[in-house]
Structures are given as structure tokens and as C-alpha cells.
């Protein structure tokens, strides 16, 4: 079956304890995003991938690191987490990266809600 | 920066219609509109693309209103399985990110 699955659903952790979210797709996606969504602010792009070894800043970047070293991951990772980092994440995926792939539609896993303390 | 979505939230009776309306102040090269449940992953619905016609997904439909910079969406004769949180996302000028908007929380009740 075709999808994204994110790991952990649940996460609750402290403050300054690193933690990796994990994403994965079996689709050959070229894309990848992650996205933090709170409440009233909807949905915010914290990184995306066009490919293999290209990532970039979404709107909301500070405090997050990924990588792309496959095709089908995307970690997200957090060095040192911090309470305003409590969100619920989503991991998103579209077969093409570039312009002209943003009229594909994105296939959202299910999410990773954390609570940092 | 986000476009933004009118109501904020809205509450109607199975079988009325509701119209929900996503912004952007900048010119809109598509509209991507989601629906997601409670706790649950955001669901594509459609795509809507600059020049485009409107489109349609069961009793859900879209227009694009490329002089207005704004895109409407109706759910007809609503029925309880449409409540949920609706996203518009839009793409603009020649960037390749989909920025959403903030959503309109729809409930539909007997």
C-alpha cells in the first residue's frame, strides 16, 4: 500500500533532550516536507526536499534539523527541544519536486504529536 | 505569507450548503484544498489551477477567481461525514511551496 508513515504517533519528552521524528514513503517520491500544525496557524512548513541531498528552509526552520540521505526518509530531528516545539507534525510527500509539480497533490502521513515538558 | 480563509468556523444543519473563501495577496498560480478530521492526516480534495475550470469532488466544488486572487469552495447539501477542518493552500508566482492558510472548521449536525 502506498504511504507515508511517520514515527513516533505519540511523543512526550523533556526540554534539551534530542529526538529524531522519522518519515518514510514507499512511492519514489522526489519531495518531501515536514510541516508543524497548531492551533489558529494552521499548517507551517518548518523544511522540504526536492531530492536526495537537497533540503531547504520552510517558514518556521528554527530548532530543526533534517536531512535527505535516501530517497525515502526524512528525519525530522530536534537537538534540543524546547516547550514552544509542542505541536503536532505532519510528514507530506508529492512524486515531483520543481515549479511545475505543484499542481500534484501531497500525501500526508499520519502524525507525530509532541509534548515537550 | 499565508492566505487567509473566511469563516473561521462555521456550524450547519445536514442538507444546507456552506461556501468557504481562501485569499491570497498575491497572484495564485493554483489552490489546493484539503480536508482533515479530527486527529487525523490532512486528505486531499482537489486542485484548482490558474486558467483552470471549476472543479468538482462529489457534492464538493471549487472556483478560482484569478482577478480577485481568491478561490471559493461549496459543499452542497451537506452531509455529517463533511464536519472537519478545511485548508486551502496556495502556490504563488514561480515559488515551488504550497503555503496553507489558517482553516475553517465546519460542522455539520443533524
Known sequence: ?117 | QQPVQSPQAVILREGEDAVINCSSSKALYSVHWYRQKHGEAPVFLMILLKGGEQKGHEKISASFNEKKQQSSLYLTASQLSYSGTYFCGTVTGTASKLTFGTGTRLQVTL
Open chain 1, 1 to 117: 500500500e502506498a504511504q507515508v508513515t511517520q514515527n513516533p504517533r505519540y511523543l512526550i519528552t523533556v526540554t534539551g533532550k534530542k529526538l529524531t521524528v522519522t518519515c518514510s514513503q514507499n512511492m519514489n517520491h522526489e519531495y518531501m516536507s515536514w510541516y508543524r500544525q497548531d492551533p489558529g496557524l494552521g499548517l507551517r512548513q518548518i523544511y522540504y526536499s526536492m531530492n536526495v541531498e537537497v533540503t531547504d528552509k520552510g517558514d518556521v526552520p528554527e530548532g530543526y534539523k533534517v536531512s535527505r540521505k535516501e530517497k525515502r526518509n526524512f528525519p525530522l530531528i530536534l537537538e534540543s527541544p524546547s516547550p514552544n516545539q509542542t505541536s503536532l507534525y505532519f510528514c507530506a510527500s508529492r512524486p515531483r519536486g520543481g515549479f511545475l509539480a505543484t499542481n500534484e497533490k501531497l500525501f500526508f502521513g499520519s502524525g507525530t504529536q509532541l509534548s515537550v515538558l
